[in-house]
């Protein structure tokens, strides 16, 4: 999971993939962390994103560095606990704390349940990480 975090962390900028009834839905995401042993992501819980997630868990997740690409695949599990939210802030405190206090009641995370990540390029063998 750690290689699935410093890889997503190098990218930036990832896209994670919802779906709302039977249209998918991309968006770009940037803060990402690790948590009890689980790759975390964080959202408002006004947005669009948030709802979709909450009633369809399954996600995908995909982003490039250094010319390999990423696709993380699993299930995203709202997590209401004070201790995760503080753990996102920590992490990513630069582009988080203009946007997210950790009681604003805005600030969710969510972890990926069941996730697998295939890293792949254009000259190697694809790697599959289970987590």
Request: overall charge neutral; charged content about 25%; hydrophobic content about 35%.
């Amino acid at each position: 999971m750690n290689e699935v975090l410093e890889f997503l962390k190098g990218c930036g900028t990832f896209y994670l993939a919802t779906v709302e009834g039977d249209q998918p839905r991309v968006r770009p995401f940037g803060a990402v962390c690790e948590f009890e042993g689980k790759l975390y992501i964080v959202t408002n819980n006004q947005k669009d994103v948030f709802k979709q997630m909450k009633e369809n868990t399954k996600v995908e997740i995909c982003g490039m560095h250094k010319g390999k690409w990423i696709r993380v695949c699993g299930n995203a599990i709202h997590d209401t606990r004070r201790e995760a939210r503080v753990a996102m802030m920590e992490a990513n405190k630069a582009s988080l704390s203009s946007m997210y206090t950790v009681d604003d009641n805005l600030m969710e995370v969510l972890y990926i349940e069941n996730g697998t990540a295939t890293i792949c390029s254009f000259t190697e063998a694809p790697k599959t990480i289970n987590f």
